[in-house]
């Protein structure tokens, strides 16, 4: 009899934009207070004040169609500093940590709704007029 491996899905982000506030653990001094997108496992904030990756930050928002506020630790896994094009601002990823699965739960039932996050742009890739022109010349 085979082993079946486990697939592990990555979470689908939502495009959401709310207020929240992000609060460094350190020092208690306002982070970021613009939410971009959110997922069951992290988020991602913006306009945010420099930080580190790997810095513990306190994360605190509304879940999406309810009255109720979340508030989760979490951890810097992600600074964009706005520096390539398409990219005005500094933002940063967070990753939750200690959610309990009943709130994990109720985050998912009510991003059910949200539209996902479409794929952006990769550095590296190429557009395809680059290659067309290559291949007509």
Known sequence: MRNKRMIHRRPTRHSMRAAC??????????????????????CLVSPADPVLTGEH????FQIPGTDERLEV???VTRVIHGRRPGENTRKLGLEF????????????????????VPPGPRP????????LAALLA
Do not use: H
């Not at 940590?97 to 996902?116: T, V």
């Not at 590296?124 to 290659?131: E, H, K, L, M």
């Open 21 to 42: 506030q992000v609060v460094r653990l350190a020092d208690f001094s306002l982070i970021a207070d613009r939410m971009e997108n959110l997922s069951t496992w992290g």
């Open 57 to 60: 930050v306190l994360v605190s």
């Open 73 to 75: 630790d979490a951890t």
């Open 97 to 116: 940590e200690n959610l309990a699965p009943y709130e994990r739960f109720r985050l998912r039932r009510a991003l059910r709704e949200r539209p996902i």
């Open 124 to 131: 590296g890739r190429r557009s395809r007029q680059f290659d």
